[in-house]
């Protein structure tokens, strides 16, 4: 059995899920049901994949390549696409708010950056909006950071 960073990072997470349900032992009942409802899912789900981890990681990966066909490397193309979208999602969030960048930036990202079509575009950005305002904003009462922008105008 081979430890690679998956069932490490896995292990981290469930340890942290589990450090967090036996802190909220010894809190107040009320105090500590947030972490109940958070840790427990999360320490099974953890749990799970530290399993699925070990068993995928004890089996040998052979790829089979070709003398003449040689592996293009990728990652720098990756990585400029996930600083570029890191960019996007921050100058909207930053610009217009949470309740109006959040959709847009999460549509944009189906669309383009995942070129998937325009109905699950449209639809990720509905249900964002609706995670955002209908039950951060509304439901629960919280205060969301509006933006720079929308903050100057009005």
Do not use: H
Request: a neutral charge; proline letters at 4%.
């Amino acid at each position: 059995m081979k430890i690679d960073t998956k069932v490490l990072t896995s292990l981290v997470m469930f340890g942290l899920f589990s450090s967090a349900l036996l802190l909220s032992l010894w809190l107040p009942s009320q105090a500590a049901f947030l972490p109940y409802i958070i840790g427990i899912p999360g320490a099974i789900l953890c749990g799970f994949q530290v399993i699925a981890d070990l068993r995928n990681s004890a089996k040998p990966k052979v790829i089979d390549v070709s003398v003449d066909e040689v592996p293009k490397d990728k990652s720098a193309k990756t990585e400029a696409e996930m600083f570029f979208w890191l960019a996007v999602y921050t100058v909207l969030l930053l610009s217009v708010g949470f309740v109006i960048g959040g959709p847009i930036a999460v549509s944009l990202y189906v669309y383009f950056g995942c070129r998937d079509g325009l109905k699950n575009a449209l639809f990720s950005g509905g249900g964002t909006l609706l995670v955002l305002f209908g039950i951060f904003d509304r439901l629960l009462g919280l205060t969301l950071f509006e933006g720079l922008l929308i903050e100057y105008l009005f």
